[in-house]
């Protein structure tokens, strides 16, 4: 059933999409419970804003703003290719990875194809099957709320087009070592194409393995994806890259609608990698706060699923709604999946005792 328009008449698939729910604003929860003082942890952003490195060469950039960008962004491809010692006809940047997704979706998904990832995973995957009209394939999570690539590998067919693991997973925060991938990619013909969504990449043990290099060069269907957005800081600039075969790289690239990756997305690119070291200081600061948010939890009693990004994931199941309800009356605006679960950014020290406390006053009251 589609609904009826009074003015144009949208394609059957996006009448019945669901609309990407993107994190609550603190700001709309202050606004909802007249409260003031909130805080978001329902984006997993990076809560500091880019490095002044960054943040300069973005201004500068925006001088030059009334000429179109480097549709290619060649310089940004030149730059990653040195930087992850990989040949330039191998990586692409796209205007986040939620561009890149997007893109991989046009160049491999025909009404019908069927796209397989486990769930729950990050919510663009079915919407974006659903955008070209795709049958969704998924595979329930193991009890630990981790990927069980056996029934993966059991639901990919001649018809599969599309693999999608997130790893780290969103929300779960789970992730698979490269051995594991291997044995998956072991069983799968070279015409399905396997995504490795790696957006938390940098907060992951790296003993678990590097994709780009344990897999980009013995699988030529396998894709990386990565982001500038949460380690780097740069979520509201919109980069994003991606590793494959050059074949696939070139297929994937033309799909890019023009100058989608702004100038200022390419300067911030180049800024953000030239600033590893610095960058680097952060994570581990991240990193460190969400061993003391788990161990505090731990403590607690909570048995969590392994954290391996920049969040928790709280498998409350039932009373998940009234514990996110009860939270975001008091401030702490989290992410619900209503009778499943919530995931919390991990933020600064401040912000996090006050997601303990406020996790203890709710809980207590119920
Ligand atoms: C698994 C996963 N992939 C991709 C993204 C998108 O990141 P980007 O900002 O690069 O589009 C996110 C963002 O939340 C994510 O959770």
Not at 170 to 182: F, I, K
Not at 292 to 297: D, E, H, K, Y
Not at 318 to 338: I, N, Q, S
Request: aromatic share 6%; proline share 7%.
């Amino acid at each position: 059933m589609t609904a009826t328009h009074s003015v144009g008449r949208p394609r059957p698939a996006v009448d019945l999409m669901p609309a990407y729910r993107p994190g609550k604003a603190a700001s709309q929860a202050e606004a909802e419970h007249g409260i003031t003082n909130a805080i978001k942890l329902a984006s997993n952003e990076n809560p500091l804003p880019p490095i002044p490195s960054i943040v300069d060469a973005v201004a500068a950039a925006a001088r030059s703003a009334n000429r179109y960008a480097d549709h290619r962004a060649t310089a940004v491809r030149e730059r990653l290719s040195s930087w992850l010692d990989v040949a330039v006809e191998q990586v692409t940047v796209g205007a986040g990875s939620v561009g890149l997704l997007q893109q991989l979706f046009l160049t491999y998904v025909d009404p019908g194809d069927e796209v397989v990832y486990p769930w729950r995973s990050f919510e663009v995957y079915p919407v974006y099957t659903q955008l070209m009209s795709g049958v969704a394939v998924t595979t329930p999570l193991t009890a630990d709320h981790a990927f069980d690539l056996d029934a993966v590998a059991a639901a990919v067919t001649d018809r599969t087009k599309l693999v999608l693991l997130a790893t780290p997973n969103n929300p779960t925060g789970t992730a698979l070592s490269t051995d594991q991938m291997a044995n998956l990619l072991d069983g799968i013909s070279t015409e399905t194409i396997v995504v490795i969504d790696e957006a938390y990449r940098e907060f992951l043990d790296p003993a678990l393995g590097d994709p780009v290099r344990d897999l980009v060069p013995r699988y030529p269907n396998v894709v990386v994806t990565r982001t500038f957005s949460k380690a780097q800081g740069m979520a509201g600039i919109r980069a994003g890259y991606a590793i494959a075969h050059p074949e696939v790289i070139a297929s994937v690239d033309k799909t890019l609608f023009p100058f989608a990756v702004s100038a200022l997305a390419q300067a911030g690119a180049i800024a953000a990698i030239d600033a590893e070291a610095e960058i680097g200081l952060r994570i581990r600061d991240i990193l460190s706060e969400r061993s003391r948010v788990v161990a505090t939890l731990t403590d607690a009693g909570w048995k969590l699923p392994d954290a391996q990004a920049n969040f928790v994931y709280l498998p409350l199941g039932e009373r998940t709604d009234a514990v996110y309800l009860g939270m975001e009356r008091l401030g702490v605006v989290t992410r619900p999946f209503p009778g499943e679960g919530i995931r919390v950014t991990i933020s600064t020290p401040d912000e996090n005792d006050r997601f303990l406390d406020t996790l203890e006053q709710v809980l207590a009251q119920q």
